[in-house]
């Protein structure tokens, strides 16, 4: 017979014993007192990892709801989509939207602007709306869309963007709907088929779109 002189005293609960002494050997008791030890190391982890999660608030990063598909390439996608804004109950999926709007970036407060824009908006529709609603078009002003430019403050490079810039890039890319998807260079063809001199072509060009040398077709730039 194994000689149990050996007394384990645990201080956890074990099965129908309880906490009440366990006869033992003396390899038995250095067993024991080893996954006891292992034990108290286990629960000291889960303690800490608990503490840091909470410190750390961490969470998963935010996902464009489903049920929304960008560009929107019509104006009844648009009409849907204003309705789906002014739900209550997806504010949440909006604030979402907003924080995954913002990480399109850009390299300055125009570029991210124009790049969320071109984001939001098929090129055939963006030709369909402006800032006011002039000549029959949509009014971006007044549109619950509007509300996502919040999503330019959020960008590092924008981050004191005043609201005054981001309107004012904005009605500047939807002046220049015209010229996405390739419809500057369509328009330079038949002013070059018109004025034969290249010179020319450029002066009336930008004249005619109120452009500079310095700007460039209001597509996404990362």
């Not at 503490?51 to 961490?58: A, E, K, Y």
């Not at 309705?83 to 570029?111: E, F």
């Not at 009336?204 to 996404?220: D, Q, R």
Request: aromatic share 6%; with cysteine; glycine share 6%.
């Amino acid at each position: 017979m194994k000689n149990t002189s050996e007394l384990f005293k645990p201080t956890y609960r074990v099965g129908r014993c309880g906490t009440e002494p366990i006869p033992c050997t003396a390899a038995d008791l250095h067993i024991l007192a080893l996954l006891e030890h292992a034990k108290h190391q286990l629960s000291q982890l889960a303690v800490m990892i608990s503490s840091l999660s909470g410190q750390l608030n961490i969470e998963c990063s935010p996902d464009m709801p489903e049920e929304v598909q960008f560009p929107l390439q019509s104006l009844e996608e648009v009409d849907d989509f204003e309705a789906w804004l002014k739900q209550p109950t997806n504010a949440l999926k909006k604030k979402n939207m907003i924080s995954v709007l913002a990480s399109i970036g850009g390299q300055d407060t125009k570029r991210v602007t124009w790049n969320i824009l071109s984001h939001i908006f098929g090129d055939d529709v963006a030709k369909k709306i402006n800032w006011k609603g002039v000549n029959e078009k949509w009014a971006f002003s007044q549109m619950a869309t509007k509300t996502l430019m919040r999503a330019v403050r959020q960008s590092q490079v924008a981050a004191k963007a005043t609201d005054v810039d981001i309107n004012k890039f904005a009605i500047r890319w939807f002046n220049l709907a015209s010229d996405h998807g390739g419809g500057r260079k369509a328009r330079c063809r038949r002013v070059q088929a018109a004025v034969p001199s290249e010179s020319g072509l450029i002066i009336i060009a930008n004249i005619a779109e109120g452009f500079t040398n310095e700007e460039s077709p209001p597509t996404v730039i990362p």
